[in-house]
């Protein structure tokens, strides 16, 4: 018995400093590839580099555990809802041009001519409106581009920590850490802030549910 016992507590605390190591687990792989200059274990772990050498490192503290839910699906819905605007706003540039063919023609020339010549009259209120109609287009397609970003992030992320491709049709939640860790990189000594993210997501159209495993997502320095 006294035996049965023994071999049950060795078991239950494996288990506890398996599931407890996990997200520390990450983080000294992550540096140890960052000694050894090891690419393919940096990219297996990891969407960014450390900033910076590493000698020896000491984890100060793994913080409490986040979750929230997967947007995926809500972001795709606002990049297309971004592309519709952008083409209707196209079209109406397209007519507003058309309808003011002669005084956009001369707008043209004259700035061929004069990047700094001073419009008046009703040629100084179509410059306005004009102007006002590229610079509102130029902020949706920067505003189209950063959700842009973020999709790919999402799906980058998201992949990695599952290891298969990420469609709009995941959904679930995304699980996070901070991990606060002293850095001496062979000279000095510095605090940084690791971001560990683990992305439990599932399909329910194929019934897929890939096994997550905790990955970097970001790394910042403290000040």
């Known amino acids: 018995m006294s035996g049965f016992r023994t071999l049950a507590l060795g078991s239950t605390l494996a288990l506890l400093v398996s599931c407890g190591g996990a997200e520390q687990q990450v983080v000294t792989t992550f540096l140890t590839a960052v000694q050894g200059n090891d690419e393919a274990t940096l990219s297996g772990v990891s969407l960014v580099k450390f900033p910076g050498s590493v000698a020896s490192w000491e984890i100060l503290e793994v913080g409490p555990e986040s979750k929230e839910p997967f947007l995926l699906a809500e972001i795709r819905k606002e990049f297309v809802g971004l592309e519709k605007e952008i083409e209707i706003n196209n079209e109406r540039h397209s007519n507003f041009l058309s309808?003011?063919?002669?005084?956009?023609?001369?707008?043209?020339?004259?700035?061929?001519?004069?990047?700094?010549?001073?419009?008046?009259?009703?040629?100084?209120?179509?410059?306005?409106?004009?102007?006002?109609?590229?610079?509102?287009?130029?902020?949706?397609?920067?505003?189209?581009?950063?959700?842009?970003?973020?999709?790919?992030?999402?799906?980058?992320?998201?992949?990695?920590?599952?290891?298969?491709?990420?469609?709009?049709?995941?959904?679930?939640?995304?699980?996070?850490?901070?991990?606060?860790?002293?850095?001496?990189?062979?000279?000095?000594?510095?605090?940084?802030?690791?971001?560990?993210?683990?992305?439990?997501?599932?399909?329910?159209?194929?019934?897929?549910?890939?096994?997550?495993?905790?990955?970097?997502?970001?790394?910042?320095?403290?000040?």
């Open 99 to 223: 309808d003011n063919a002669k005084k956009a023609e001369e707008y043209q020339r004259r700035l061929q001519r004069d990047p700094e010549y001073k419009f008046t009259g009703e040629m100084a209120d179509f410059q306005a409106e004009l102007e006002a109609r590229i610079a509102a287009q130029k902020e949706l397609e920067e505003k189209l581009e950063k959700v842009r970003q973020r999709i790919i992030g999402l799906r980058d992320a998201a992949g990695l920590s599952m290891n298969t491709a990420v469609n709009d049709n995941f959904q679930g939640d995304v699980k996070g850490r901070v991990v606060r860790l002293k850095v001496n990189d062979g000279s000095e000594e510095k605090i940084y802030s690791i971001v560990i993210r683990r992305y439990e997501l599932s399909d329910p159209e194929r019934n897929l549910t890939p096994m997550a495993r905790w990955i970097i997502t970001d790394i910042e320095e403290q000040a």
